[in-house]
T-cell receptor, first 116, second 117 residues
Framework: AQSVTQLGSHVSVSEGALVLLRCNYS??????LFWYVQYPNQGLQLLLK??????LVKGINGFEAEFKKSETSFHLTKPSAHMSDAAEYFC??????????????FGKGTKLSVKP | NAGVTQTPKFRVLKTGQSMTLLCAQD?????MYWYRQDPGMGLRLIHY???????AKGEVPDGYNVSRLKKQNFLLGLESAAPSQTSVYFC????????????????FGSGTRLTVV
């Protein structure tokens, strides 16, 4: 079965510092990969997605992620953190086989805190 | 604004009570999903539907039932609530499975916070 692992349940950065949120997936074939963001008391919003086109994907709010097949990774980065980036971030993979084919499988989330 | 609407937003139930959570979407999406979110567990799929009149079990379906009588609505039922069902429930919809078409991904509702005492 496919799975997603997000390293670090909490990440804290200073405003203006680099944001790096890690995501590794397991899959026997290249999957579709996504990053979603959840602000407090809200639903999830799509940040960006990888669907086998360019390996460097740019999303909203200055975030980007790079698909690295050799490392089975899809880490999310932003060069300079802003206070408004404080939220929980979820990596997700689209299941390619099995009874839930096509459905998203989510990681457990990484809560990002931004210090002034 | 177009999107996914969940009702109610908050609910407190006593153990053994029943209730139905309603999800409505106005984007003509074929696929709809119910997830539960618990601290440290991420989102886990309860049930999903690939079209009107269809439902299927997800990762954690026990204790829940669903119905999709109309394309725009997806109902989640708890027949006999248990404290273990205390959670935040999210409904989502998508144009296709995995949300890969047109770059829209899944559209999520704002959630229902359910407490079972």
């Amino acid at each position: 079965a496919q799975s997603v692992t997000q390293l670090g349940s909490h990440v804290s950065v200073s405003e203006g510092a680099l944001v790096l949120l890690r995501c590794n997936y397991s899959s026997s074939v290249p999957p579709y990969l996504f990053w979603y963001v959840q602000y407090p008391n809200q639903g999830l919003q799509l940040l960006l997605k990888y669907t086998s086109a360019a390996t460097l994907v740019k999303g909203i709010n200055g975030f980007e992620a790079e698909f690295k097949k050799s490392e089975t990774s899809f880490h999310l980065t932003k060069p300079s953190a802003h206070m408004s980036d404080a939220a929980e971030y979820f990596c997700a993979v689209s299941a390619l086989y099995g009874g839930s084919q096509g459905n998203l499988i989510f990681g457990k989330g990484t809560k990002l805190s931004v210090k002034p | 604004n177009a999107g996914v609407t969940q009702t109610p937003k908050f609910r407190v139930l006593k153990t053994g009570q029943s209730m139905t959570l309603l999800c409505a979407q106005d984007m003509n999406h074929e696929y709809m999903y119910w997830y539960r979110q618990d601290p440290g567990m991420g989102l886990r799929l309860i049930h999903y539907s690939v079209g009107e009149g269809t439902t299927a079990k997800g990762e954690v379906p026990d204790g829940y039932n669903v119905s999709r009588l109309k394309k725009q609505n997806f109902l989640l039922g708890l027949e006999s609530a248990a404290p273990s069902q205390t959670s935040v429930y999210f409904c989502a919809s998508s144009y296709d499975s995995g949300g890969t078409a047109y770059g829209y991904g899944y559209t999520f509702g704002s959630g229902t916070r359910l407490t079972v005492v």
